[in-house]
């Protein structure tokens, strides 16, 4: 081999001894590269709620209202089996007192009325608790909350069975503040589920949890010219004070008639105000001509001010999942704001048009959609 050939066979040696380590070195920070992409794709596939198959609309519900229970050690407790016994243990009602119902059904119209504590107390309705109502096709509820605070409910089953779902509203609570209910049913009723107002005042630091469905058997209850668009699963204000700074987490399914819940009031005082509301709407079909009713959540009149809907799912609907078309001229929804909401099969009444999340009044969106 001549001297030239030998002189470049040992540079290109060389340069293989000095290049091999870099190529190494490259092809490893390559490798980890790929695993950390490979890595965060996984994880961003966990995060995101619209890869794969989505969570159950009964696990997401679950998860957004899974609210600690507030703390509480009794001093007394009181358990009752009894109609009778019940009554006497409510007019003794005092601060730290927790009352345990078992299996008792209260017949005609259940008053509730003037429990003014300064601390809280508990009433637990154990399974078997059932509130029927009246006997006849009278406006008047099973059960009805007035001027009462710092008392938490549990529990129960309310309906209209004992008319056949012709008397009055579910429940009605007024003038009241920091009175909690969870866990409560409210369903075959012959006017709206729950009605929450202000008639002397306003509501105030309301706590509701519950399920609410197969209201307005009763039409002649409803005051508007096209019957049925009128009687609410859950109606908020709607009167002389409203309700305020209050947290209410319903699910409201399977009627004919009226909207999952609505809000708003006419009168200068009246309102919501500063309120949480969690909804999940299904199957709300009432039949009309126009946009009126079958909405999950809808607003309307004046005064609606500061409201975070933090959750609302809609599914089967003849209305919106949010609905503003109510509000009074001039009147703002800058304050309000829903955080997440997720609509299917909404918007079946022709007359709503294709506008799912109404935006009138400037109601400020977060993480909507629709399909």
Known sequence: MRTTDRRITARLSYAVLVLLPLVFVLVVAAGVRSAKAAHA??????????????????????????????AFRPRRTIAVDTAAGFWRAWRQLRPHDRIVVHGVTFQGEVKLLHKKLSDWAEVRFAAGTRFVGVSGAKDVPPVWLNDDSHIRFYGGDV???????????????????????????????????????????????????????DWGHNLEWDPHAVKGTGLQGINVADSHYGVNNSRLAFRVHNSRAGSGLQMGGAVATDGARGNKIYLWCQN?????????????????????TGNTFKYIRAQRL??????????????????????YGRASRTNLNPAYGEVRWDDRGDTVFGDVASR
């Open 159 to 213: 309906s209209d069975s004992a008319s056949g779902g012709m008397a009055g509203t579910g429940i009605i609570v007024d003038d009241s503040s920091y009175v909690s209910w969870w866990g409560v049913r409210v369903h075959d009723v012959g006017g709206a589920g729950i009605y929450l107002t202000g008639i002397k005042r306003a509501s105030d630091h309301l706590d509701f949890k519950g399920d609410v469905y």
């Open 318 to 339: 003849s209305g919106a999942p949010y609905y503003a078309g109510g509000m009074q001229a001039n009147q703002s929804l800058a304050t309000d704001k829903v955080v």
């Open 41 to 70: 794709a996984k994880a961003l596939r966990h995060r995101s709620p619209n890869w794969g198959r989505p969570r159950s609309p009964a696990r997401a519900w679950r998860n957004a209202t899974r609210f600690p229970r507030p």
């Open 284 to 304: 709300l079909m009432v039949v009309a001509p126009n946009a009126q009713g079958g909405s999950c959540a809808q607003v309307w009149g004046e005064n609606v």
